[in-house]
């Protein structure tokens, strides 16, 4: 397309004219997405919808928000949890990303008109469903806050409740899946290393890429969770200590990016998805799903629940256990078979040789 320049178009609006001829015109003020204008310039119907554009993408004004505003109070409210370290810093920044994507269509609303039905006709009209659940999550104990500050009379988010879903959440790789990780990746590759440490430490992904080997001490790797906070003193397996020894490192983390700098977790996640996409694997297999995989295996080994959770760090035992019940029920299901089968009359060879007969 090629812009026409016959004569001056209104403030804010760009055209483009296709190699047919035809022309298009588009409102863009910076900040604000782009908008097509019906017809052709300063026509009724050109101008109309100029009008509105012009009213519906206004710039932000400068300064503090009204007080008692929406966007006041989540600016308030996060600096209050943020000096509290109620939260931990990724908690803290998801919170704070989803409450400022709220009030950047809201946040002149007063807090006090927010209500019940407005906050359910916001979270209906969130496209994926995971971000309805993270903005009530996110708007929960913001409204709790405002009440307790006086700032609401009732807190409107009491009264809705998100239909629970059944689900397994990430996929927990099986033996095979990591096997055919393990035979695509050598020994001494990157992406066999941070399998490893995924594998054979049970932390997260935001753990895994701030390891390094000023944490291993003794045969001891020593971690500081970020989510939780749990410090943890796990044995380093043969398995890892083989890869660790097999692998070169010169920086102050294990993993590092193409460009030698540490991993942050969403990259890392993509990263470690391509790698998974090259061993063939199919989709689903995840980095948090070797934390899974590696809380399965010491279930089947026998491990209780708090023995899992004093490697994993999980802070409640109800995922743990939801690991050891699975191999409980396997276990108890081979040994009910071993003595079905132990419990069966011997029959002598000679005797089923007659009765073929």
């Known amino acids: 397309m090629t812009r026409p320049s016959r004569y001056k178009l209104p403030k804010y609006v ?14 863009r003020r910076r900040g604000s997405p782009r908008v097509r204008l019906p017809g052709s310039s300063y026509s009724t119907e050109f101008m109309r919808a100029y009008q509105r554009a012009l009213e519906q993408h206004r710039p932000a ?3 503090a928000p009204a007080w008692g505003s929406l966007a006041d109070v989540v600016a308030r409210y996060i600096d209050g949890v943020a000096i509290s370290c109620e939260l931990s810093p990724g908690t803290l920044a998801k ?3 989803i409450l400022q994507n709220y009030v950047r269509d809201f946040g002149h609303m007063p807090v006090a008109s927010l209500t019940l039905d407005e906050l359910r006709q916001r979270l209906a009209q969130t496209e994926k469903r ?3 659940e993270d903005l009530l999550k996110a708007m929960r104990p913001l409204m709790k ?8 009379k009732t807190d409107p988010t009491v009264g809705i409740r998100m239909p629970r879903r059944k689900t397994d959440g990430y996929h927990t790789w099986t033996e095979d899946e990591i096997a055919q990780f393990e035979a695509h990746h050598p020994i001494g590759s990157k992406a066999r290393l941070a399998f490893a440490l ?18 291993i001490r003794d045969g001891v790797l020593y971690v500081k969770q970020r989510k939780t906070g749990a410090e943890l003193a796990i044995p380093v397996l043969p398995e890892l200590r083989e890869i660790l020894e097999a692998t070169p490192s010169e920086h102050l983390t294990f993993i590092v990016s193409a460009l030698g700098k540490p991993f942050h977790p969403g990259s890392f996640s993509n990263w470690f998805y391509e790698q998974c996409n090259a061993a063939g694997l199919p989709k689903g297999c995840s980095a ?3 934390r899974k995989a590696s809380c399965r295996r010491l279930a089947e080994a026998g491990c209780t629940v708090h023995q899992i959770a004093a490697i994993s760090g999980h802070v409640t035992l109800e995922e743990v256990q939801r690991y050891t019940k699975a191999a409980d029920q396997a276990r108890l299901a081979r040994s009910a078979m ?3 089968i132990k419990a069966r009359p011997k029959v002598s060879k000679k005797l089923r040789l007659d009765t073929s007969d």
């Open 130 to 132: 995971g971000a309805a």
């Open 198 to 215: 995924l594998l054979y430490t049970a932390q997260r992904r935001g753990d895994v890429i701030r390891m390094g080997r000023q944490h």
């Open 288 to 290: 948090h799903g070797l």
């Open 14 to 27: 760009q055209a483009f004219v296709d190699r047919d001829g035809r022309a298009y015109y588009y409102f």
């Open 95 to 97: 919170r704070r990303r």
């Open 338 to 340: 071993a003595t079905v």
């Open 145 to 152: 806050w405002c009440l307790a500050q006086g700032k609401i």
């Open 61 to 63: 004004k400068t300064g």
